[in-house]
């Protein structure tokens, strides 16, 4: 499931690209930054809990293995079904535009390498494109803990 980037000749994650375990919790760390500040991003933080420790920790789980390190989130809770796993909540055009202006703000912020940032871009694009389950909006529930 994870994507590898090129790099010259040699073939290098994008996890280490974001230098590892650090690159990868500031990215999240920044995401879930934003999404807790930007009125914009009202409705998608509406549909996680108060605290957004767990789904901080999840995220960085789940993009270790994703970006091609460590599998943190399949060795914790198996594989990981994005779909089925957001199945409960209505995902619409509106969450997952408000999702990705917090992701890509984060990754213009936190990636330097603009071919690594274009990317990051497109993976988050196309994987958030998949999470999409109505045409209609969320009503904003909170995600359970």
Not at 19 to 24: F, L, R, S, T, V
Not at 93 to 120: F, H, P, T, Y
């Amino acid at each position: 499931m994870s994507e590898r980037l090129s790099q010259g000749k040699n073939k290098i994650s994008a996890y280490l690209q974001l230098g590892g375990e650090a690159g990868i919790l500031a990215l999240v760390d920044r995401f879930y930054e934003l999404m807790d500040v930007l009125p914009e991003a009202r409705i998608v933080r509406r549909m996680h809990p108060p605290s957004l420790t767990g789904s901080a920790d999840r995220l960085f789980k789940f993009l270790s293995g994703w970006l091609g390190g460590p599998p943190l989130f399949q060795r914790e809770r198996g594989h990981p079904r994005l779909r089925m796993r957001h199945a409960p909540y209505a995902i619409s055009r509106v969450e997952r535009d408000e999702w990705m202006l917090c992701m890509r703000q984060a990754i213009s912020e936190q990636v330097g390498d603009s071919d690594l940032n274009a990317k990051l871009k497109r993976m988050f694009s196309d994987m958030a494109d998949h999470m999409i389950n109505t045409d209609e909006g969320s009503t904003g529930v909170a995600a359970p803990g």
